[in-house]
């Protein structure tokens, strides 16, 4: 495991002095500040770089941390000098790169070549803060820190960085960053709740850029924007339920899931009421559920999200659930007519749905992943004329399979009663045909 010591800023301001008035390697063309600038770069001791603290691309996975170590809310944004806070954003930025195909392909690529393309060069502040890179210094110390790595990765003891020398506060430093991003794919370089985040950041003080502005320089559609927004409103608003705010962790990768919910509320939050008020609900059951059913072979989560929410979905979820919770729903009489969510007289089966769901809500606590799916199933059912020849089929193909296997003797006894049980369900099953040859 390295370990990052962070040069003291004195030392570090010594040695972009010198570099002021000694030749440069080359230079790199960028926009800073708003004008097209040509920074010299330079050859900068790996030890004296830092990591800069408030980075956009590392903002949501900076909160979960905090969270989930119970720290201070400012130990990253006060930590840009802080040896412990490096040291952990290190291994954020690490983790992000070996979670990704295209990052790590840039830590194979640096550990293959052992050269750093100082045409590509490392962007530093004036204190060798990293304003574009930090993902790839954290490849290269993992690299040149690593056992045998001073001999092995030697090219790594300095790093190509092109030096902005004018001071910059911390709004030029974001839009720096951000109009770097602008040459790759902004979508591609931070995650979805970070570009969420970064945009609301950049709608309010002191930035105050409008909509369009943002469209421009991270090539957004509006739409995408908008949608955007509400997804990750929607997100915060169910990890606040959940008392876990700000541990963005826990929806990162339901990016496509959260998207879809927030097209759902946009379309029918004030025009379907009903219909958002089963969305919304069931979607958050599902989302609870989310690793449970990943672990349950659902799939990708957004498409059973998807199944349960979309068209009648939430109409035969809440049929199903009847058959467990019913009991709470409260029986019309003549003079207690069911009233929809709006308390308004019902119209029509997904106001009939809300209501029900209204009511059994507050008891549903065990709804399982399991339970979940096998709603899934059914609503494929009742889709799918073909349904129950397709399940037939693949349990005889599964049974063929299993019945070329030897019987583990330790598991004789268990799988024994689970073959009297499918053997009993054949038989009611198969009392459906002995009657006639067709069901009338």
């Not at 890179?133 to 003891?157: I, V």
């Not at 909509?211 to 957004?220: A, G, Q, V």
């Not at 990768?253 to 379309?267: G, I, R, T």
């Not at 709470?328 to 029900?356: R, W």
């Amino acid at each position: 495991m390295i370990k990052i010591e962070v040069l003291d800023v004195a030392q570090r301001e010594k040695i972009v002095e010198a570099k002021k008035n000694s030749k440069e390697l080359c230079t790199f063309t960028s926009e800073v500040d708003g004008q097209t600038k040509n920074l010299k770069v330079y050859n900068i001791p790996i030890d004296a770089l830092l990591y800069r603290m408030n980075n956009g691309r590392v903002d949501s996975q900076q909160l979960s941390y905090i969270k989930k170590n119970r720290l201070p809310k400012n130990f990253f944004s006060k930590g840009q000098e802080n040896e412990d806070a490096h040291n952990v954003l290190h291994k954020i930025l690490f983790k992000m790169v070996t979670a990704s195909t295209e990052d790590e392909n840039i830590y194979e690529e640096l550990k293959s070549i052992k050269k750093f393309d100082q045409n590509n060069p490392i962007v530093v502040s004036n204190k060798l803060v990293v304003i574009n890179g930090n993902r790839r210094l954290s490849s290269l110390r993992e690299l040149y820190y690593s056992p045998n790595g001073k001999s092995e990765y030697a090219n790594y003891e300095k790093v190509p960085c092109a030096i902005i020398f004018e001071d910059l506060n911390e709004q030029d430093t974001v839009m720096t960053e951000v109009r770097f991003q602008m040459k790759k794919d902004f979508k591609e370089d931070y995650d979805w709740v970070n570009r969420g985040r970064l945009i609301r950041k950049l709608l309010n003080k002191p930035y105050l850029y409008s909509e369009n502005d943002i469209s421009h320089f991270t090539r957004m559609k509006l739409s995408d924007i908008d949608n955007l927004k509400r997804a990750l409103t929607l997100a915060e608003e169910y990890l606040d339920e959940e008392n876990e705010s700000e541990n963005y962790e826990l929806v990162l990768d339901q990016e496509q899931l959260w998207k879809n919910k927030a097209s759902w509320q946009k379309k029918n939050k004030t025009a379907n009421k009903s219909v958002w008020y089963l969305q919304d609900n069931i979607s958050k059951k599902i989302v609870s559920k989310g690793k449970e059913l990943k672990k349950q072979g659902s799939g990708r989560l957004y498409e059973i999200h998807n199944k349960l929410c979309l068209d009648d979905g939430p109409v035969v979820v809440t049929e199903i659930l009847k058959k467990y919770y019913g009991k709470h729903i409260k029986k019309e009489t003549k003079e207690n007519k069911t009233l929809n969510i709006l308390g308004k007289p019902i119209n029509d089966q997904f106001e009939q749905a809300a209501s029900d769901l209204k009511q059994m809500l507050p008891h549903i606590k065990k709804l399982d992943a399991q339970k979940l799916l096998d709603i899934g199933k059914e609503i494929d059912a009742n889709k799918d004329e073909g349904y129950i020849e397709k399940s037939l089929t693949n349990m005889i193909s599964d049974l063929t399979s299993i019945d070329s296997r030897q019987i583990p003797s330790n598991r004789f006894d268990a799988i024994k009663r689970l073959v009297n049980k499918l053997e009993e369900k054949l038989k009611n099953y198969t009392k459906k045909f002995k009657k006639s040859n067709k069901l009338n």
